[in-house]
């Protein structure tokens, strides 16, 4: 597990995670260098295959202070990479009814950029309401065992 550095912590909530697989992401120097300095945001991210190519779009990258320029399109589409294997089973996963790809988190690890994406199903809103509520019973359980020990 390496450094986090974004979270899209509105997927699991919108959205019934199935199977998760980790990525490459091609970035230019100075989109690496926004990365390692935590300005990343995930929120409003989604991925698309066209062609055998995965990439993702609308991930936002603050743009690199220093790099004057030769700064990058901080919404620019970025190439996935991927095993031939995992895209055949992400195109596969797509073309079932509801189903989509969408970014979990972004790590560096020894070095490289790393993009967790998982193959999700879209929550109703009684799904939205049992996952609050469920999520409030763990926090109250917390809570009375932090009192008692």
């Known amino acids: ?3 986090l550095i ?4 509105k997927a699991r909530y919108h959205y019934f995670i199935e199977d998760t697989y980790e990525a490459g992401i091609v970035l230019t120097g100075s989109e690496i260098k926004s990365v390692r ?9 989604y991925i698309t295959i066209k062609n055998g190519q995965v990439s993702i779009k609308e991930m936002h990258i603050a743009q690199y202070k220093q ?4 700064n990058h399109d901080e919404t620019r589409v970025r190439k996935l990479l991927l095993h031939k294997k995992e895209i055949n089973k992400l195109s596969d996963a797509i073309q079932k ?10 790590t560096i690890e020894h070095g490289l950029a790393k993009l967790t994406i998982g193959v999700a199903k879209g929550k109703n809103m009684a799904d939205k309401r049992q996952t609050s509520k469920k999520r409030d019973m763990d926090r109250a359980a917390r809570a009375a065992m932090k009192v008692r020990g």
Do not use: C, F, W
């Open 1 to 3: 597990m390496g450094q």
């Open 6 to 9: 974004a979270e899209n912590r």
């Open 37 to 45: 300095a935590h300005k990343v945001s995930l929120n409003e991210a």
């Open 67 to 70: 790099a004057n320029y030769l």
């Open 97 to 106: 009814d509801g189903y989509t790809i969408v970014p979990l988190k972004m």
